[in-house]
């Protein structure tokens, strides 16, 4: 059966191979499924979408930790119990105690004859756990973003400026030998070109163009 390692990072900063070599260590034949941060906060889990529709019954997907699968508590338990209703297994590197093999065994294993401190105590037991392993992974996130707004604050608060200076135009690195070039070629300024032909010259954009021209122009009024 199929074996998915899925891998997601939420920042630029974070790095997605650590979570790819723990998951090939443990799963050498895994099929690596990579979730990266794309700057925008709209894109959501595409990937795992994506996995989670051609996963099929006895079909394994790992993560490193719950935090991959979800950092909502409510959202992870929802999803966990969905795939495991679907016969999908779930491996959690980090968190082996609520894979979902483990669960399984605490399902069977018969702990008393009672049905009220047996099966029925060990279902409730086993998912107090895989709630508390969500639930942990949320706080950790929401600790993380309460610390990000303690320390900008407390940044303004010391004077230094968070963020562009508002009013302040940002300045792109290759914005400048552009635009030295479309002073030097384009005939609205120094050159002789045409617009169409200062474009291919130079090898940008047609939107970037117009607006490196633009910005020219108000430099020079």
């Given at each position: 059966m199929p074996v998915y390692g899925y891998c997601r990072i939420s920042t630029?900063?974070?790095?997605?191979?650590r979570q790819v070599r723990n998951i090939a260590a443990a799963y050498p034949a895994a099929h690596i499924v990579r979730?990266?941060?794309?700057?925008?906060?709209?894109?959501g889990r595409q990937e795992l979408d994506?996995?989670?529709?051609?996963?099929?019954?006895?079909?394994?997907?790992v993560f490193d930790s719950v935090s991959r699968m979800s950092r909502s508590a409510e959202e992870g338990c929802a999803l966990y119990e969905a795939l495991?209703?679907?016969?999908?297994?779930?491996?959690?590197?980090?968190?082996?105690?609520?894979?979902?093999?483990?669960?399984?065994?605490?399902?069977?294993r018969q702990v008393s004859s009672s049905p009220e401190t047996g099966s029925a105590a060990t279902d409730r037991f086993a998912k107090e756990q895989i709630r508390l392993a969500f639930a942990q992974a949320q706080k950790e996130v929401d600790d993380l973003h309460q610390r990000t707004r303690e320390g900008i604050l407390t940044a303004r608060l010391n004077g230094k400026q968070i963020g562009q200076?508002?009013?302040?135009k940002l300045t792109i690195k290759k914005s400048a030998p552009c635009k030295e070039q479309i002073k030097k070629y384009s005939r609205d300024f120094d050159g002789t070109l045409t617009d169409a032909d200062c474009i291919k010259l130079i090898g940008i954009a047609r939107n970037t163009y117009y607006k490196y021209k633009r910005e020219l122009r108000e430099e020079l009024t």
């Open positions: 630029p900063q974070q790095n997605i191979e979730e990266v941060y794309t700057g925008t906060a709209c894109r994506k996995l989670l529709h051609v996963v099929q019954p006895g079909d394994t997907i495991y209703n679907r016969g999908v297994t779930l491996c959690f590197l980090k968190e082996p105690h609520i894979n979902t093999d483990t669960y399984k065994q605490a399902l069977q200076t508002p009013g302040r």
